[in-house]
């Protein structure tokens, strides 16, 4: 039977190629992949966005989202061939919910203290991680090559994305099976927002990586696809004998 197709949704300060790793091992796997652009230009146009990207994809999808990524697929990810969701150090939240609030509401975060932003014609303004901030912050755990590398390529985060709250009334996770990944050691969203989410959503699977960074799908690739490949499981597992 045809394999679902992982959709990988990248977050704020990121870009597609922060999945290569991912992709890498799913590849080993026969897994087809996309990896989609994340617009990052506020929650609902880039739920749009993706709900566009996602009715190109043929068959079943399993949809991931990597930080602000799952502002994006709790929004999106109803669509009929969503089967399942996977949370890596993402946001999964409530209707009402933003991803500042969320992030506000237990202590740990630091993003603030690293940010710089400046005004952008087309989205009022936009956020940056400080270079020097960086690794610190968003990749403790990555080379300090590849973190340079990440801090210099990454992509700005419309101010407005990061306050936009859920417009959904029933967001994905009430309705699709959910796997959650994330490292204790997250700056960005404090540990007892990640395990919040993931109880109330009921996760199927829910793993956490010790000493694990923000960016765990490039400092820990192998447990990330080993989630995202057991959501896979489930889905063709789940499907009635023909």
């Known amino acids: 039977m045809p394999t679902p197709t992982v959709v990988l949704v990248h977050g704020a300060f990121a870009d597609s190629s922060s999945w290569n790793e991912v992709i890498a091992r799913l ?3 026969d897994v087809p992949v996309v990896a989609v652009a994340n617009p990052l230009r506020g929650l609902a146009d880039d739920a749009r966005y993706l709900s566009d990207v996602l009715d190109a994809v043929p068959g079943e999808i399993v949809l991931v989202g990597h ?21 890596v150090s993402a946001f999964a939240p409530d209707h009402g919910e933003s991803a500042d609030e ?3 509401r237990f202590p740990g975060s630091t993003l603030r203290d690293t940010v710089a ?15 020097e901030a960086f690794a610190a912050q968003l990749a403790a755990d990555v080379p300090a090559p590849l973190a340079a590398a990440m801090s210099a390529a990454q992509r700005p985060v419309a101010e ?20 959650f990944v994330y490292g204790d050691a997250d700056r960005n969203i404090p540990t007892a927002a990640l395990q919040l989410m993931a109880d109330r959503a009921g996760a199927v ?17 192998d447990p990330v696809a080993d989630v995202i490949l057991d959501a896979v499981a489930a889905v063709v597992g789940g499907r009635p004998a023909d």
Do not use: F, Q
Request: overall charge positive; some cysteine.
């Open 67 to 87: 930080c602000y990524g799952g502002m994006v697929i709790t929004e999106a990810g109803t669509r009929d061939a969503v089967t399942a969701l996977v949370y």
């Open 27 to 29: 590849d080993e796997d």
């Open 117 to 131: 932003g400046y005004p952008v014609r087309a989205s009022g303004r936009e956020l940056v991680v400080r270079r």
């Open 205 to 221: 699977v829910r793993r956490v990586i010790w000493d694990g960074s923000h960016a765990l799908e490039v400092s820990r690739p």
């Open 160 to 179: 407005s994305a990061l306050t936009d709250v859920l417009v959904s009334a029933v967001p994905a996770w009430r309705t699709r099976p959910s796997w």
């Open 102 to 104: 969320l992030s506000r």
